[in-house]
């Protein structure tokens, strides 16, 4: 369990962080994020909690967020509303966003219907989005230091910088479907 209150974007972004982390009590994982509750009301943003459920122990953790974003899922047309904002994240660094895009592209090859197939590919574009967000104006190939915060993707761009460079990250989105 979390007790710091970390800020998301929206509930999608916090239930993604939270599959993201190892579990509290056996240090294994993954965790699986449950439904946001309903919260309360934070100074100027509702705090949610996330339940993450660990598929090795079985332990159920709470993670409490406050949501940022004043845009509502409901006032988009995307389906799955990751972070509307310009904004990068503050909870997924870079390395996160590729892993996940990696591994939900491998999954999409597994999806049998093409509605499935493509609302899996546009996940992965939003993965991406969100990886591209820390990136400089066309300044750097590689994100900025502040933009890699988690140990193993501070490991992982010593050893592969290539895997984070922003002409591959934009040539990997344009293959993949936009919007709704």
């Known amino acids: 369990m979390s007790d710091a209150i970390h800020a998301a974007a929206t509930a999608v972004e916090a239930g993604i962080y939270v599959s993201l982390q190892s579990c509290p009590h056996c240090g294994r994982g993954p965790l699986v994020a449950a439904e ?10 509702p705090i949610i909690q996330i339940a993450g459920a660990c598929l090795h122990c079985r332990d159920l953790s709470l993670w409490p967020f406050q949501i940022i974003s004043k845009i509502k899922p409901e006032d988009t047309a995307e ?10 994240s503050r909870i997924i660094d870079v390395g996160q966003w590729l892993t996940l895009a990696r591994m939900w ?3 999409a090859n597994g999806v049998d219907s093409p509605r499935g197939k493509r609302n899996q590919l546009l996940r992965v574009g939003q993965c991406l989005d969100e990886a591209l967000k820390f990136y400089d104006e066309e300044e750097n190939d590689l994100p900025p230091t502040t933009g890699v915060f988690h140990s193993t993707s501070i490991q992982r761009l010593r050893d592969h910088p290539e895997q984070f460079s922003r002409r591959r990250l ?11």
């Not at 934009?170 to 709704?180: E, I, K, M, T």
Request: aromatic content about 6%.
């Open 105 to 107: 592209e491998e999954s």
């Open 36 to 45: 946001p509750d309903k919260g309360s009301s934070g100074a100027d943003a």
């Open 170 to 180: 934009v040539n990997w989105r344009r293959r993949l479907p936009h919007g709704s």
């Open 79 to 88: 389906p799955l509303v990751i972070n509307p904002t310009p904004f990068p």
